[in-house]
């Protein structure tokens, strides 16, 4: 078994600089810079950990990893022109770089650069890892469909936020380990349980995401806090705060998310009172550690030595004890 640094520096190294660099640079450029900016690589080490779990080579795994990380970062250049995010990691997003039609262009080519590398696996094995892929990639798209009509629809309940980021987010880090376990040649039903295992994390994961908007710090989170408070967007937060919410404090909310043309900071700052004062982010704080616990009752079910589930399960407490 390889420590997480060690696998943490072969994913690094396959993202060195330069690597995605080709002509026309007005295409390849952009995805060289967005591939450059880093993040937490959490998917492709999600896909070695959990090869490596069930006795597989993470060498063998790494393509497939390598894929599922330029996925992962093709729809980030597509969510922030939906969203008119300036900030991603830290630095500006590429439509703010560039321009928005750059970001389509270099976001579609992502998306087949990805599906090469996720090819990159030895015959027997390719059925299956696509179609996990592929499944995964129509959900992630159904997911950020339901995120765009909630912005326009009227009512939307936890039942349909829940459904919304299990496909936008939390299949994706289910679908990470699944395809590691597959190429370990793991059994059905471990690869069933890793699967929930991931999908329950990515759950636990977008709501620690949600909090760190309104609670987190810029510099720490890598983009600007408070954007979905500015955008009135549809969290588990805003749909908590609106259950919770009566008289004067109800009405404030529903003034402020409901006029525009209003200061960013005042709104956000105000509206961040409420929350407290409703106890919004210790709520999702709990229905984050009961999202965690389930991920790791599944883990549990695997029939592995526990030993060789201490990465994943050192992983997954990183994942969701983020600072905010």
């Avoid at 880090?173 to 370990?184: L, N, R, T, Y």
């Avoid at 967007?233 to 805003?238: E, G």
């Amino acid at each position: 078994m390889h420590s997480v640094d060690y696998l943490k520096k072969k994913i690094q190294d396959a993202f060195s600089a330069g690597k995605f660099l080709d002509l026309p640079a007005e295409l390849y450029d952009p995805i060289e810079y967005a591939l450059s900016q880093g993040g937490k690589r959490l998917r492709p080490l999600l896909v070695l950990l959990s090869c490596e779990m069930f006795d597989g080579n993470p060498d063998e795994a790494m393509n497939p990893a390598i894929g599922v990380e330029i996925f992962h970062n093709f729809t980030l250049l597509h969510d922030d022109i939906m969203d008119q995010a300036p900030l991603r990691r830290g630095a500006q997003t590429v439509y703010k770089k560039w321009d928005s039609n750059v970001a389509i262009l270099s976001g579609d080519t992502m998306f087949v650069m990805a599906y090469e590398y996720v090819c990159r696996v030895a015959p027997p094995k390719l059925p299956d890892i696509l179609a996990t892929f592929n499944d995964t990639a129509r959900k992630v798209c159904e997911g950020q469909q339901y995120d765009l009509n909630f912005e326009t629809q009227e009512r939307v309940t936890m039942e349909d936020y829940f459904m919304m980021i299990r496909l936008k987010t939390a299949v994706l880090i289910a679908c990470c380990v699944k395809v590691g376990a597959i190429m370990a040649g793991a059994d059905p039903q471990d690869a069933e349980n890793i699967y929930q295992f991931g999908d329950h994390l990515g759950m636990a994961f977008q709501l620690q995401d949600d909090l760190l908007d309104a609670f987190g710090s810029t510099s720490k989170f890598g983009k600007e806090i408070g954007g979905d408070i500015v955008t009135n967007k549809k969290t588990f937060l805003y749909l908590k705060a609106f259950e919770l919410a009566v008289g004067e404090r109800l009405e404030e909310l529903n003034r402020l998310f409901g006029s525009g043309g209003q200061d960013a900071a005042d709104k956000v700052r105000r509206i961040k009172k409420i929350y407290s004062e409703l106890g919004i982010d210790r709520i999702t704080q709990n229905i984050i550690r009961e999202y965690h616990e389930k991920a790791m009752e599944y883990l549990e079910m695997i029939s592995v030595d526990e030993p060789h589930k201490a990465g994943l399960r050192k992983l997954a407490n990183e994942m969701i004890h983020r600072e905010v």
